[in-house]
């Protein structure tokens, strides 16, 4: 074992109860990610670790989400969570890499049009899914994607450390809004109200995905890392919306003024958000069945990256389309934006 960040780091052949350290594959907030072997079977597996004696301890709270989305294959296999005497661990199936690690990978670090689009009709169905489960993720991020072959839905929707339940179980109802909250998620795809320490609702989980759209289609956004908190608060108050998404076909400002018109806890329409993505698709010419970018790496390339060998297939994929329509009646509701610039100029 060695140490980093004051963390134990475990090295390949280490033991933590009946599986075998692999290799890292990943680091958190506040937990490491590796990959390993059950020795009561030989199969692999995803294991997240942290320190039992952290001050800031989360996967008990993950495990028990995690336990919750089990009736869904948009959201990671769980196997087992566990104790020793330094640790906690939560055993997961093991998946591809990010579509953020995977667009790295890419001659031009960005995604095609085709992809894009493709992945972000997978991404809205992985998040409205989670938000059906009664839960917003508030972490939306390329990065909380990972790539999962032999699927009709090749994603799945991970790291639950910032999520809360958002729907009260004995009303089914949203929890009532709540009061300086303090920051959650990643600033470089959170939304305005979260830079403003507002309470999240399901909104802002859509509008993260519509920053990271941005990101795999440019493969940058505007205000680069976002590790300026300040100066990103502000450009993503003043940047006009058709300058933010210039890049994407223009059915995403429709998108984006639905969302910026949704009251905390008004449910989004995310089929009309789906239609209207399958419709730029149409525009576009763009066909589910066209190869992902990710299936014209080589093989060298995916094993250098990948925890897994084999990436997805669009062939492979069961997109459902349905015809689409306007958005236009939804977005017309009353309110005023708290999400984001709503100037169309």
């Not at 080589?298 to 015809?323: D, N, Q, W």
Request: charge should be neutral; charged fraction near 20%; include cysteine.
């Amino acid at each position: 074992m060695s140490t980093r960040r004051d963390r134990i780091l475990f090295t390949p052949n280490d033991k933590i109860s009946h599986y075998t350290i692999i290799k890292l594959l990943g680091q958190g907030g506040y937990g490491d990610i590796y990959a390993v072997s059950d020795d009561t079977n030989g199969q692999i597996y995803a294991m997240k670790v942290e320190p039992n004696n952290a001050e800031r301890q989360g996967l008990n709270f993950e495990t028990n989400l995690m336990r919750r989305l089990q009736d869904s294959n948009l959201f990671p296999h769980f196997q087992e969570f566990g104790e020793t005497n330094t640790h906690n661990f939560l055993v997961m199936g093991l998946y591809g890499p990010s579509i953020s690690n995977t667009r790295r990978q890419l001659q031009q670090h960005h995604y095609t049009l085709s992809s894009a689009l493709r992945i972000g009709l997978y991404m809205v169905r992985c998040i409205k899914d989670f938000h059906v489960h009664g839960f917003i993720h508030r972490d939306i991020k390329p990065g909380n994607f990972l790539l999962n072959p032999g699927s009709n839905n090749p994603l799945v929707l991970i790291d639950y450390g910032l999520s809360r339940e958002f729907i009260d179980p004995s009303t089914g109802m949203p929890y009532p809004e709540r009061a300086h909250c303090g920051f959650r998620g990643t600033s470089k795809y959170a939304s305005i109200s979260a830079h403003e320490n507002k309470d999240l609702s399901w909104k802002d989980d859509l509008i993260s995905w519509m920053y990271s759209m941005i990101e795999l289609i440019d493969g940058r956004l505007p205000w680069l890392s976002g590790r300026d908190f300040e100066r990103t608060h502000r450009m993503k108050l003043t940047i006009p919306a058709r300058t933010l998404f210039s890049s994407l076909p223009g059915e995403f400002i429709d998108i984006w003024r639905h969302l910026n018109y949704l009251r905390f806890n008004e449910r989004p329409n995310y089929e009309q958000i789906e239609d209207l993505i399958i419709k730029s698709m149409a525009k576009n010419n763009i066909s589910p069945s066209m190869p992902f970018d990710w299936e014209y790496l080589k093989p060298t390339v995916i094993r250098e990256f990948s925890p897994l060998a084999v990436l997805p297939k669009a062939s492979e994929c069961g997109m459902s389309i349905h015809v689409p329509f306007s958005l236009h009646a939804a977005s017309d509701s009353p309110g005023t934006s708290q999400c984001g610039p709503c100037s169309i100029a």
